[in-house]
């Protein structure tokens, strides 16, 4: 089960629409982190689609308009990511479960986690479930400064970790269910064990 990247791109883009009219190709490029020429062609196709409806005030002033088949799109969409994420995170239960299992089973009780975010939540449902103890968690994300009560530290600490495993708890926001998922600031350092791997 996956999502598609255009539907992604298009739920955005209807989502941001539906509270803001006013868009251009360099706003919606960076909003979908894509060139400004995708982010022209996903405009185009949604206007061809009958998605959207374009009022042009001047030739530098587009301004956007949700039609009735927008509205509709945006709610099937809607379900269509929803129904993902719950088979994602389902997923990401049912797996992280299973590789705090063979841990334990290779006698390893203490771990560090890469990522912070929201399946690192999950995967520390297995971390109790299998009674592992959570040492470190690194992320370099500024925004975050704990988990769980444990101090975050950068990426740039692995290289001195002396742990024996680190569960990936970040994924590919294009391919959540990528296997073998690294952010590229990250070397592989053979204590890596991936939730989706």
Known sequence: MAIDNHNLY????????????KVTNRMVAQKLNVSVRLAHDILTRMVEKGLVHVNVIHSRRWDYFLTPKGILEKARLTMEFFDFSMHFYREGRKRSSQVCKDLVI????EIGFLGAGDLAEIAYLGVQEW???LISVFDND????????????PFSEL???KLPAIIVCMYDKKQPMKKGYLPPDVINNGKFHWIFG
């Open 10 to 21: 298009e739920l955005e883009l209807l989502n941001h629409i539906e509270g803001d009219h």
């Open 106 to 109: 290779d006698g390893i009780k």
């Open 131 to 133: 009674n592992i103890k």
């Open 142 to 153: 500024r925004r975050k400064s704990k988990f769980l009560n444990i101090e975050i530290d």
């Open 159 to 161: 290289r001195d970790c």
